[in-house]
């Protein structure tokens, strides 16, 4: 029996949430807060949610949430979560890219061996990415 994680196992993850992250800091960069600045208070909200909600993009993006809130000093505004909102499109989970060579190797070792996917992401979004990656026969 192999257990595999999915995210930056099988596809490309981290990747996606590191642009949305990209995009994110150059929105909330100002005179007086750097980039570094921004990104510190992100990874504090993100490691406390982690926490308190678990992994996913749905946690990710109340962190962005929060951050906005807690950098400004205020509630968010509609126009700042409408914002937040479409970066979720990133995170839809239709497509999938997969590291390359996944496929052929996933085929030969499910030949000898049970494959199982094991992870700690949001049940709902890791079934869509499996089933968007064309993977699903191997587990």
């Not at 600045?37 to 992100?42: E, N, Q, S």
């Not at 109340?62 to 499109?89: D, F, M, N, Q, Y």
Request: proline share 1%.
């Amino acid at each position: 029996m192999l257990i595999f994680d999915a995210d930056d196992t099988l596809w490309e993850n981290n990747v996606i949430f590191e642009r949305v992250i990209d995009e994110f800091l150059e929105w909330m960069t100002r005179p007086g807060l750097d980039r570094g600045g921004v990104r510190a208070v992100l990874d504090e909200i993100e490691a406390a949610n982690a926490v308190t909600h678990g992994y996913g993009s749905k946690v990710f993006l109340r962190s962005l949430g929060e951050c906005v809130a807690r950098l400004r000093g205020r509630t968010v505004t509609a126009e700042e979560s409408a914002r937040i909102s479409r970066w979720a499109a990133a995170f839809d989970g239709h497509r999938v890219e997969l590291i390359p060579g996944v496929a052929e190797t996933l085929a030969e070792l499910a030949r000898r061996h049970a494959l199982l996917l094991l992870t700690k992401g949001d049940t709902e979004e890791q079934e869509r990415k499996v089933t968007a990656s064309g993977l699903t026969r191997h587990f």
